[in-house]
């Protein structure tokens, strides 16, 4: 029998939004040693924005480039090869070093020109605000005359 992965994106079931943050080209994920390359990605919903969060220990902030084009979010990563100035004779070495690739594509109800990406804590977090129009109003009771 075969086995297919998968994957479902039901970030957003009830607004229609399911292909929100649709990976492109993420699934080349495993390097030549068989380990991840691509660091994980939260992405949850806030009331005025979204929040991406990117797991990414040990870069540092002018490692990275975030990059909007035609609702296309871009997150790149530069992460270079540790320096060992004396030889170690390492029995086993799993610190992967590199470079990455994540891109988003960005619905309608995103403000592009607006978002803002900060590094801290190994985290880099990308904030996509939402236009004014997507933001969730108030709920209104009417009357049943």
Excluded: C
Aim: hydrophobic share 35%; proline share 4%.
């Amino acid at each position: 029998m075969t086995l297919i992965k998968w994957k479902k994106n039901d970030l957003f079931p009830a607004s229609g939004l399911s292909d929100f943050f649709d990976d492109i080209l993420n699934h080349k994920l495993q390097s030549a040693g068989g380990r991840s390359t691509v660091p994980a990605v939260n992405i949850s919903e806030q009331k005025d924005a979204y929040e991406l969060e990117v797991s990414a220990p040990g870069f540092e902030k002018a490692d990275f480039q975030v990059d909007v084009e035609n609702d296309l979010l871009t997150i790149s990563g530069k992460h270079q090869s540790e320096k060992t100035e004396d030889a170690k004779n390492y029995s086993r070495k799993e610190f992967a070093f590199g470079s990455f690739n994540r891109s988003f594509t960005l619905p309608e109800i995103v403000k592009a020109d607006e978002i803002r990406a900060t590094y801290e804590k190994g985290i880099l977090t990308v904030v996509l605000p939402k236009k004014d129009e997507a933001k969730a109003a108030p709920v209104r009771k009417i009357e049943v005359a």
